[in-house]
């Protein structure tokens, strides 16, 4: 019997799990849950990105999730002295490094495997 697993229930428990962690560690005043989320919420859209490539459909949306998450981190620890304003361009090299890399995996995929990606 091969069963599906369901990314989505998945990801939304570890996201769950991961609340509770910290609000936890906040009541027992080992870390203050505010900093936490005021500097790792970026993490957020990681997490929500990562079960999505599990599925062909939604595999570019899961790496651009991911990919703007990572982005809004290192600006969140001032990366190489990383801010908005500095940084934004990276944007821009991805997102055009993403149409190129999907361009060439649409032209490497065989017609029907375009065809059910399309549905």
């Known amino acids: 019997m091969n069963r599906k697993i369901d990314t989505g229930a ?3 428990g570890f996201v769950l799990i991961t609340i509770g962690i910290l609000m936890l560690v906040d009541r027992y005043s080992i870390l203050e849950f505010g900093d936490l989320v005021r500097r790792f919420w970026p993490l957020v859209l990681i997490v929500f990105g990562v079960p999505k490539l599990f599925r062909r459909a939604t595999l570019w949306n899961g790496l651009w999730l991911i990919t703007i998450g990572t982005w ?4 969140q620890f001032r990366f190489l002295g990383m801010t908005y304003g500095n940084s934004w361009p990276l944007l821009l090299i991805a997102l055009g490094g993403g149409m190129i890399v999907r361009v060439m995996v649409d032209v490497a995929l065989p017609e029907e495997e375009r065809h ?3 549905h």
């Open 116 to 118: 059910e990606q399309q």
């Open 72 to 75: 809004l981190q290192l600006i």
């Open 10 to 12: 998945l990801g939304a």
